[in-house]
């Protein structure tokens, strides 16, 4: 399928979604979101087995095109879309240069892992223009990221951090050089896609549950998450290739 707003890169199991509006800093529109959309249906019924999101070495994504009309229903179909990005079924890593501010930020935040460049520019700057970011997930993910008092600074100024700063605040995983940011994820992506698919995708909801139920409730949703994968042909393969020291050979995903 032929996109105006995203490019799509598949190499053996990674897949890579490019931000794609140069002319607008790849900022948001509702296009975008559409397309997104449909993308994120592709990968997630074919062998794809990691993602990674990125833009350009000027910017990843500068949030919402704020030249478009921002109407209510968009802001519930993006939400819909963060959602889908935090809870996604396989592995999400965003490869960050230049900005990152926003509704991009946002996107960020709902990917598993995050590498940026050093000087990448990450933050939520709605508030510099009399509004809140929209995204519901950042109020909620943020703080867990980096901790109530950072998270506050980063919603109440509006100011922009640095990829290094970010990562001294535990906002990204790793940062690089611009021109090593992309190489790195995919590296990353890699080592993920070696994993087996059922357990990453186990301990992805075992997360989201420890966050979202009660402790007895979310130790209850890990138990049967380890029961169901005890039988699978993966767990049985994962402990005869430990005993021959051997690398397994996963049967699914």
């Known amino acids: 399928m032929t996109y105006k707003t995203l490019l799509y890169q598949k190499k053996n199991s990674t897949g890579i979604v490019i931000f794609n509006r140069p002319e607008r800093l790849n900022a948001i529109n509702d296009r975008l979101l559409d397309e997104l959309n449909r993308l994120l249906d592709d990968i997630e019924s074919d062998d794809t087995r ?22 209510p229903q968009i802001s519930q179909k993006y939400n819909k879309l963060l959602n889908r990005i935090e809870s996604f079924g396989k592995p999400t890593i965003a490869a960050i240069s ?25 933050g939520l700057p709605e508030v510099k223009v009399g509004i809140i ?25 509006g100011e922009p951090i640095s990829g290094i700063e970010a990562s001294n605040a535990g ?12 190489d790195e994820a ?23 549950a420890g966050v979202q139920l009660e402790s007895a409730d979310a130790a209850n949703f890990v138990m049967n998450a380890a029961n169901l ?12 290739a430990f005993r021959e020291k051997r690398k397994p050979i996963w049967k699914t995903g």
């Open 50 to 71: 990691v993602v990674i999101f990125t833009g350009s070495e000027k910017s990843f994504c500068a949030g919402f095109d704020l030249k478009e009309t921002m109407a």
């Open 98 to 122: 230049g900005y990152a501010l926003g509704g991009g930020c946002e996107i960020a935040l709902c990917c598993d892992f995050r590498v940026a460049s050093e000087t990448a520019s990450i």
């Open 133 to 157: 970011p929209s995204g519901g997930v950042a109020y909620r993910l943020l703080p867990r990221i980096i901790g109530l008092g950072r998270a506050k600074e980063m919603f109440y100024l």
């Open 171 to 182: 906002l990204v995983n790793e940062v690089f050089p611009q021109n090593k940011v992309l």
């Open 186 to 208: 995919k590296k990353l992506a890699k080592i993920l896609a070696d994993r087996p698919a059922l357990s990453i995708k186990s301990i992805k909801d075992c997360i989201q």
């Open 229 to 240: 994968l005890r039988p699978t042909e993966d767990y049985e393969e994962g402990r005869k």
